[in-house]
């Protein structure tokens, strides 16, 4: 009694299996897929500490927005990481005083 029971049960199942009952189309698939193919961000550098930041947002390595400190990096820190943010930050900046706007001339060369 119980083998028929569960023979009976068994086919249920093997035949009520969901079947999709319309093809989809390459369309419909294709847009389903479109968000597999993740593309990386558009990424600029940053002009205070030059670092990849994501365009329009604060970079978080120096805090710096449009040439505002917006958020105190250093805060957070102990005193021995702030240190070693601050030795980071130094000689950058000290780049930057070095590089000079190019004259006429040289911009006529390149
Ligand atoms: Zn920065």
């Not at 009694?1 to 189309?25: G, L």
């Not at 389903?32 to 993740?38: D, E, G, I, N, T």
Request: net charge positive; glycine share 2%; charged share 35%.
């Amino acid at each position: 009694m119980q083998n028929k029971i569960i023979s009976v049960t068994i086919n249920y199942c093997i035949t009520t299996m969901a079947v999709p009952k319309q093809k989809h189309t390459k369309s419909r698939r294709n847009k389903r897929r479109m968000h597999l193919f993740a593309k990386a961000p558009t990424l600029t550098l940053c002009p205070k500490c030059k670092k990849p930041v994501l365009p329009h947002t604060v970079c978080w390595n120096c805090g710096y927005y449009k040439g505002v400190e917006v958020i105190d990096v250093l805060k957070k820190l102990t005193k021995k990481e702030r240190k070693k943010r601050e030795k980071e930050m130094k000689p950058k900046e000290k780049g930057e005083d070095k590089a000079k706007p190019l004259t006429m001339e040289e911009l006529s060369k390149k």
